[in-house]
């Protein structure tokens, strides 16, 4: 009888829609906040929450968990109508496909025309973009252990 709670309780709450940018480029320049030293990731997927970078070259990014960084997202404007800045939070440290350092950076704080600009990619992504739809791992194993006992 609890194991049905929580699998209804995990449905309630799906996690945030994930687009991948494998297929264009999305370059984020960022810098602890407040440091002059500037680091330039690309982004693995983006969600309307934030956005999942990763490192290319050798050198050692100094982020860790709870880090708060400036950044400019798309600063050469490929994937959003203009460049935007705001401030996020390092929430979680990971390793990518190919062993390189990713950082899940959770949007904390961006001002009003900035979070404009990052709806209408949304929105633009939601209306045109389906195939880039990244599912959800959670719900699909909750699909997969219903229709399990199904059988």
């Known amino acids: 009888m609890s194991q049905d709670r929580e699998i209804r309780g995990a449905q309630i709450k799906p996690a945030a829609p994930r687009y991948t940018v494998d297929e264009q480029p999305l370059?984020?320049?960022?810098?602890?906040?407040?440091?002059?030293?500037?680091?330039?990731?690309?982004?693995?997927?983006?969600?309307?929450s934030?956005?999942?970078?990763?490192?290319?070259?050798?050198?050692?990014?100094?982020?860790?968990?709870?880090?708060?960084?400036?950044?400019?997202?798309?600063?050469?404007?490929h994937l959003l109508q203009r460049p935007i800045q705001c401030v996020g939070?390092?929430?979680?440290?990971a390793s990518g496909r190919?062993?390189?350092?990713?950082?899940?950076?959770?949007?904390?704080?961006i001002d009003a025309p900035e979070h404009?600009?990052?709806d209408a990619c949304f929105r633009h992504l939601e209306e045109h973009?389906?195939?880039?739809?990244?599912?959800d791992k959670r719900l699909l194993?909750?699909?997969s252990n219903a229709g399990d006992r199904a059988n």
């Not at 939070?89 to 440290?93: C, Y």
């Not at 973009?129 to 599912?135: E, G, K, N, T, V």
Request: net charge positive; aromatic share 4%; proline share 6%.
């Open 50 to 77: 934030g956005v999942l970078l990763e490192t290319r070259g050798k050198g050692r990014i100094p982020f860790n968990v709870n880090t708060l960084l400036e950044l400019e997202i798309d600063p050469s404007s």
């Open 27 to 48: 370059m984020v320049v960022s810098r602890t906040l407040g440091s002059p030293v500037a680091y330039q990731l690309s982004g693995a997927n983006i969600s309307k």
């Open 89 to 93: 939070k390092v929430i979680r440290l």
């Open 129 to 135: 973009a389906r195939h880039l739809l990244i599912p």
């Open 141 to 143: 194993q909750l699909e």
């Open 98 to 109: 190919d062993g390189q350092p990713q950082f899940g950076i959770k949007i904390v704080q």
């Open 116 to 118: 404009d600009v990052w």
